[in-house]
């Protein structure tokens, strides 16, 4: 069975603090990928990053920077010096290749306050 | 990239009534997915819908409910049925384009049932 584990559900912070959403996932196959997507007030979700089961590698992209761990079946992500638009709810999500079904974790709601 | 679009954007229904969903992408893709997010809760999958052939439901969800047409390689609709207050959520359509590894959303159609 696939899961995606969420554990943080609201984050609070104030404006420039650098800000770790947690994500845990599981998962029997040997491939597979995992997503990171914003979903603002708008309700539109946005997607910020994929990445794929073979590829440990970090990533930055300006102030968002992820850390995959397949070690501990984790891929967190890094807000630096956080901002007002930041704040939505995040969600963690994880796809298999025979199916093409995505799991979704919970979400994360980050407030970042002025 | 997939540029999708949904109708109506948000609705307010009546109990018993049904609203039916229009989801329309700019490509072509094989399958199109449907899936339920309920007020402050996770994505949920409710169909992998299949051009040519009926809807795969997901553990919970039933045709009955939320029958799916998908006509052509690039639209379908989802309606939801026999409606109640707790069909209350965002519905949101999506594709994989392409390779399966990316996913794309649809901007949801927030939906009220009194």
């Known amino acids: 069975a696939q899961k995606v584990t969420q554990a943080q559900t609201e984050i609070s912070v104030v404006e420039k603090e650098d800000v770790t959403l947690d994500c845990v996932y599981e998962t029997r196959d040997t491939t597979y990928y995992l997503f990171w997507y914003k979903q603002p007030p708008s309700g539109e979700l946005v997607f910020l990053i994929r990445r794929n089961s073979f590829d440990e590698q970090n990533e930055i992209s300006g102030r968002y920077s992820w850390n995959f761990q397949k070690s501990t079946s984790s891929f967190n992500f890094t807000i630096t010096a956080s901002q007002v638009v930041d704040s939505a709810v995040y969600f963690c999500?994880?796809?298999?290749?025979?199916?093409?079904?995505?799991?979704f974790g919970a979400g994360t709601r980050l407030f970042v306050k002025a | 990239s997939a540029v999708i679009s949904q109708k109506p954007s948000r609705d307010i229904c009546q109990r018993g009534t049904s609203l039916t969903i229009q989801c329309q992408v700019d490509?072509?893709?094989?399958?199109m997915f449907w899936y339920r997010q309920q007020p402050g809760q996770s994505l949920t999958l409710i169909a992998t819908a299949n051009q040519g052939s009926e809807a795969t439901y997901e553990s919970g969800f039933v045709i009955d409910k939320f029958p799916i047409s998908r006509p052509n390689l690039t639209f379908s609709t989802l309606t939801v049925s026999n409606m109640s207050p707790e069909d209350s959520s965002i519905y949101l359509c999506?594709?994989?384009?392409?390779?399966?590894?990316?996913?794309?959303f649809g901007p949801g159609t927030r939906l009220t049932v009194l």
């Open positions: 490509s072509q893709v094989t399958m």
């Open positions: 999506s594709v994989h384009l392409g390779h399966w590894d990316t996913q794309y």
């Open positions: 999500a994880l796809t298999n290749t025979g199916g093409f079904k995505t799991i």
